[in-house]
Every structure is written in C-alpha cells, then in structure tokens.
C-alpha cells in the first residue's frame, strides 16, 4: 500500500477529521497532561527527538519546549491534514526546532543513527505500522544509546511482548503510562 497515497486521501483524512477534534480536546489535556506523559519517556532538554505520528500536535508543542532550542524535533504524520496543522501551530508558537514532515514511518527518510529518542505515543497498534517493518526502521534511526518511548491506546498487551522479541531493543521501565526502550 502506497502510505504518500494514503495520507492524502481525501476520504481517510475527512473520517480522521473527529479524531484531530478529540486530540486536540481541553478534557483531552485534563485527562492526559502531555507534559507529564513526556517526562514518563524521560525527554530531556539538547535531544533529538521523532515524533511518529504527530497527529495534530497534541505532545509536538510541548516536546519541542522541553527538549529546547537546543534539541530539534522531527514531527512525523502520514496524514497529510495533520502535518499542515501541525505546521500552522509551530509557526504560531515560533518554534525554529521543529520540522513538520508528511511521511510515512516504515520508511521516514531520516539518516542512520540520527535520533536519541523516539516518540511512538498513540500509534500502536495500529494496522498500517505492522511491528515487522516499523521496528527495524526505529532501530536503523536511533543512535547506539537511543531510547524509543511508547504509549498505546488502546492499550493492547501483544505489543511490548512483539517489541521484546524482535531483539532490537531493550525494556528499561514504565512510567507515567509510558513503555521506554533502549536500542540493542
């Protein structure tokens, strides 16, 4: 399946419209503080961060802050809607450590060892990102030392066993909802 095709779908970006509406919530935020979600992954100020499946920047504003204007974030979506908003929000928060890219993440075109941490909240499981394909596509962009934090919904329990074993990486903890790895 062509994902370029697939992300500007004008009918799968139409019925993806209500679900940007409930990320981009206030009960959302209430319920789901990305802040403290963005801690459970322990993002740190200087890195450089992916975030996969951005959707309408519900964590990529936040991230951006925390990491600073000495980290730079890569704000990942297939669907071609969410990446414009989310390019709309960056400018309006003049935030030059940011990059919006409308991209598919079994394939993200980024170089070899160029993050220190992955972002996968809210993306898995999801049919379109099989484990088989996107494992080895964050192992290939995560430096030596690189950490991939993942938070589901919904939760569904295969997916830290499939993460596991594929031997690419390795649990490290939970904490505040969210699974953190290290690169094998």
Same mark, same amino acid.
């Given at each position: ?8 779908? *004008? ?5 993806? &419209? ?7 919530? *206030? ?60 390019? &709309? ?24 060892? !160029? ?31 690189? *950490? ?13 066993? !499939? ?9 490290? !903890? ?11």
């Amino acid at each position: 399946m062509d994902a370029d095709k697939l992300g500007k779908s *004008r009918l799968l970006n139409w019925l993806f &419209k209500p679900a940007g509406m409930i990320m981009e919530s *206030r009960l959302r935020k209430w319920l789901m503080n990305p802040v403290k979600t963005l801690q459970g992954a322990g993002i740190q100020p200087g890195q450089t961060v992916l975030e996969v499946g951005c959707g309408t920047g519900f964590f990529t504003i936040p991230a951006a802050r925390l990491i600073g204007d000495q980290g730079y974030l890569v704000a990942m979506d297939a669907l071609a809607d969410y990446t414009k908003r989310v390019s &709309k929000k960056v400018q309006a928060e003049n935030l030059t450590n940011v990059r919006v890219v409308h991209r598919d993440a079994l394939e993200t075109g980024l170089d070899a060892a !160029s993050m220190d941490m992955l972002l996968l909240f809210g993306v898995l499981p999801f049919p379109y990102l099989p484990l088989g394909r996107l494992l080895p596509e964050m192992h290939r962009i995560l430096k030596p030392e690189g *950490r991939m934090a993942l938070w589901m919904f919904p939760v569904a329990g295969w997916v830290p066993k !499939s993460i596991f074993d594929s031997g690419l990486f390795t649990f490290i !903890s939970k904490q505040n909802g969210v699974y953190n790895y290290r690169r094998h």
